[in-house]
């Protein structure tokens, strides 16, 4: 068996980060030189979902508009959360000695999300159609 230095095995990952930065700065290189370049009042404008910008950007949002997005968060990392288990559920017997235990384990955590969920519902947050006050 060949003896070589340690550092050689990080070879594969240098060659794989040069090569994406080939690719990166190559397609970035080979668009500036063929692309069109024709600078225009409406090129340098902003854009707007389609719309033309109308006052300010610094405007009020409402409040519901951060708490929908945190709860998005929210529910989503809480989807992750999931994904682990489920990869490992048909192990689960062999790991804690239980056969139900795992299954009785994801009841209690969706039951901890669902009284989430039930909480956020009656606060009335996910109701868009009562919030007119930033429109």
Not at 43 to 69: L, N, Q, T, W
Request: aromatic residues 18%.
């Amino acid at each position: 068996m060949q003896s070589y230095p340690y550092i050689w095995n990080y070879l594969p990952l240098v060659l794989q980060i040069l090569v994406a930065l080939g690719v990166a700065c190559g397609m970035v290189g080979v668009s500036f030189l063929i692309g069109k370049h024709k600078n225009s009042r409406t090129k340098a404008g902003a854009y707007e979902c389609g719309m033309d910008p109308i006052g300010d950007a610094r405007g009020r949002f409402s409040v519901r508009f951060y708490m929908v997005a945190m709860l998005f968060i929210l529910f989503d990392v809480e989807a992750v959360f999931m994904l682990p288990w489920a990869v490992i559920f048909r192990r689960l017997p062999a790991i804690t000695g239980s056969r139900m235990f795992g299954f009785y384990e994801m009841l209690v955590y969706l039951g901890f999300v669902g009284v989430g969920l039930f909480y956020v519902w009656k606060k009335g947050i996910l109701d868009w159609s009562n919030d007119k006050g930033d429109l």
